[in-house]
């Protein structure tokens, strides 16, 4: 699909049914190619503020920041204020269009959760587990969607995302995941979901869509180049972060 937003009934079907779509070819090669240098330059000397490798606790990552690869950036935070280009993107028509026809009212992006750019170095990037975002975030109802942006190619060799389809939308007992709220990959009823996973292979300009409560991972980078992936979260505005907490320590933004 060339930079259009899917026709709305054929993607909200299959966004219901899978918990995520694929928008292919929203952002162009050029605008790809000065995001990433932008980011390349953020990332040395470092532009902060940023989340460490040795920060996540995620398995392989380094224990703490003076270990070796203990201070390799895991994420640019707070992406939007960081350049217009990365605003541009965050406020894309096409993603703004497609969010809207899936939410139902025009999105608002939270600056509090992801709003940030996802790096993966080799060498010392970390797996994530089996995870639902909707974990560590407070709203009114678990009705929000994270846009990813694909700036280069994301595969299995460089820790693309991988997804279980239709996740988002079954039940958990709390005994099937462990203290952090990672799906425990040793119970039986969990390897089987976890077989039906896969990998979201993403192009250059390419956008992944996916519900807050979609169960998906990530392995590590095996490749030599760092993958840079924007990522941004929105909400609709009768959804409101519970005051107090982390989800409201920002006001959210008018995406469209
Ligand atoms: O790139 C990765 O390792 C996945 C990151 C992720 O799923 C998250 O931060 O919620």
């Not at 709305?8 to 219901?16: D, G, I, K, L, W």
């Not at 608002?108 to 995870?131: E, R």
């Not at 039940?171 to 462990?178: Q, Y």
């Amino acid at each position: 699909m060339n930079n259009s937003v899917q026709d709305n009934e054929h993607a909200r079907a299959a966004f219901a049914r899978d918990g995520f779509i694929v928008l292919r070819n929203v952002l162009d090669l050029a605008q790809c190619e000065v995001l990433r240098a932008q980011l390349s330059a953020a990332l040395d000397p470092l532009v902060g503020p940023a989340e460490f490798e040795a920060d996540t606790g995620y398995p392989g990552a380094p224990v703490h920041r003076d270990a070796p690869g203990g201070a390799t950036p895991r994420r640019l935070l707070h992406a939007y204020a960081r350049a217009p280009e990365l605003r541009e993107i965050a406020c894309h028509d096409v993603v703004g269009r497609q969010l809207e026809a899936l939410l139902g009212a025009p999105p608002l992006l939270s600056q509090c959760h992801h709003n940030c750019v996802m790096t993966k170095h080799p060498g010392f990037s970390s797996a994530t587990l089996w995870h639902q975002d909707i974990r560590y975030w407070s709203f009114d109802r678990p009705e929000l969607i994270s846009a990813w942006f694909a700036l280069g190619e994301e595969s299995v060799a460089n820790g693309a995302l991988q997804v279980i389809p239709g996740t988002h939308v079954m039940a958990f007992d709390r005994g099937r995941l462990d203290r952090d709220l990672f799906l425990r990959p040793e119970l039986e009823e969990n390897q089987s979901l976890i077989e039906r996973a896969a990998p979201v292979l993403l192009r250059p300009g390419d956008v992944l869509l996916f519900h807050c409560r979609l169960f998906h991972a990530a392995g590590r980078n095996t490749t030599p180049t760092v993958k840079l992936s924007p990522v941004f979260t929105y909400h609709t505005a009768d959804n409101h972060p519970i005051p107090g907490t982390r989800s409201a320590a920002y006001p959210s933004i008018e995406a469209r």
